[in-house]
């Protein structure tokens, strides 16, 4: 199973930007995708994430500005980004968790894509 993630780039303070995650392989279902975010110098965090029922969760620093969406049998997960800060800077990993596969359909796994580069300049 690959996460390809895509959608990154430079954007001005106060700009948007749409994340693309498209997961591929032998999957049978994707129970959870989200994206975490690390920035210079700090840990790898939640941004937010979406079930496959449609629960969401996003960390405070992101609600009301950011939104995750997911299109269930693409194996798609979406993060727009709204009213972007100089603080949202980081690298944007896209997560899918609790993946049945065609290999070992009883067991569940959890998968990470390579990471995409958001900067916003202020």
């Known amino acids: 199973v690959q996460l390809q993630a895509s959608g990154g780039g430079l954007v001005q303070a106060g700009g948007s930007l749409r994340l693309s995650c498209v997961a591929s392989?032998?999957?049978?279902?994707?129970?959870?995708m989200g994206w975490y975010r690390q920035a210079p110098g700090k840990q790898r965090e939640l941004v937010g994430f979406?079930?496959?029922?449609?629960?969401?969760n996003y960390t405070s620093a992101v609600k009301g500005r950011f939104t995750i969406s997911r299109d269930i049998a693409k194996f798609t997960v979406y993060l727009q980004m709204n009213a972007l800060k100089p603080e949202d800077t980081a690298v944007y990993y896209c997560?899918?968790?609790?993946?049945?596969?065609?290999?070992?359909?009883?067991?569940?796994?959890?998968?990470w894509g390579q990471g995409t580069l958001v900067t916003v300049s202020s």
């Open positions: 997560n899918a968790d609790k993946v049945s596969t065609g290999w070992a359909p009883d067991r569940a796994y959890e998968f």
């Open positions: 392989g032998s999957i049978f279902s994707i129970y959870v």
């Open positions: 979406m079930t496959s029922d449609g629960r969401t």
